[in-house]
């Protein structure tokens, strides 16, 4: 029979690895901003309606883009998985994915129905906005949610 204070801290060991793997899963927070940023740069790239800027932007922002992605998947040291994040984790990032594509396209809309110039690259902003710093509000939710799940789980 192993000893209770030894199960304790075996078990306060799991809990502290679990805790440490679900934040070095993660997005940094510089993430946020720079996708925002990147978005912005494309959005009005097309919005210029002239070829060799559209290009430009294109080509910036997919190189932008997979250098993002290369870094943070570099660093990445592992990978949360799906049963960890659960339901829930998946209808919170849905839903703050929705409700952001809504602002921007909705504001679009309003904003081209107005006659103003540049209505897409304008909607977006709020879009980045909420990118920069809902991102990192919706990062640590998922981490919260996560680390409350019961060890071994299925919720």
């Given at each position: 029979m192993?000893p209770?204070?030894?199960?304790?801290?075996?078990?306060a060991?799991v809990?502290?690895?679990?805790e440490?793997?679900v934040?070095?899963g993660?997005?940094?927070?510089w993430?946020?901003p720079a996708l925002?940023a990147l978005?912005?740069v494309f959005?009005?790239s097309?919005?210029?309606?002239?070829q060799?800027?559209?290009?430009?932007?294109?080509v910036?922002?997919a190189?932008a883009l997979?250098?993002?992605?290369?870094?943070?998947l570099?660093?990445?040291r592992?990978?949360v998985?799906n049963n960890?994040l659960?339901?829930?984790?998946?209808l919170?990032i849905?839903?703050f994915?929705l409700?952001?594509?809504?602002?921007?396209?909705?504001l679009?809309f309003?904003?081209d129905?107005?006659?103003?110039?540049?209505?897409?690259?304008?909607?977006?902003?709020?879009v980045?906005?909420?990118?920069?710093f809902?991102g990192p509000?919706l990062m640590?939710?998922?981490?919260r949610m996560?680390?409350?799940r019961?060890?071994?789980?299925?919720?």
């Amino acid at each position: 029979m192993i000893p209770a204070a030894d199960a304790e801290r075996a078990l306060a060991e799991v809990k502290a690895r679990r805790e440490q793997a679900v934040t070095g899963g993660l997005l940094p927070g510089w993430y946020w901003p720079a996708l925002g940023a990147l978005m912005l740069v494309f959005v009005a790239s097309i919005e210029s309606k002239t070829q060799w800027i559209i290009i430009a932007g294109s080509v910036f922002y997919a190189a932008a883009l997979g250098a993002l992605l290369t870094v943070i998947l570099g660093r990445a040291r592992l990978q949360v998985r799906n049963n960890l994040l659960g339901l829930r984790g998946g209808l919170t990032i849905a839903a703050f994915t929705l409700t952001l594509v809504a602002i921007g396209v909705g504001l679009g809309f309003l904003l081209d129905a107005q006659g103003l110039r540049w209505p897409a690259t304008i909607a977006c902003v709020p879009v980045a906005l909420g990118l920069t710093f809902g991102g990192p509000v919706l990062m640590q939710h998922l981490r919260r949610m996560m680390i409350s799940r019961p060890m071994g789980g299925e919720l």
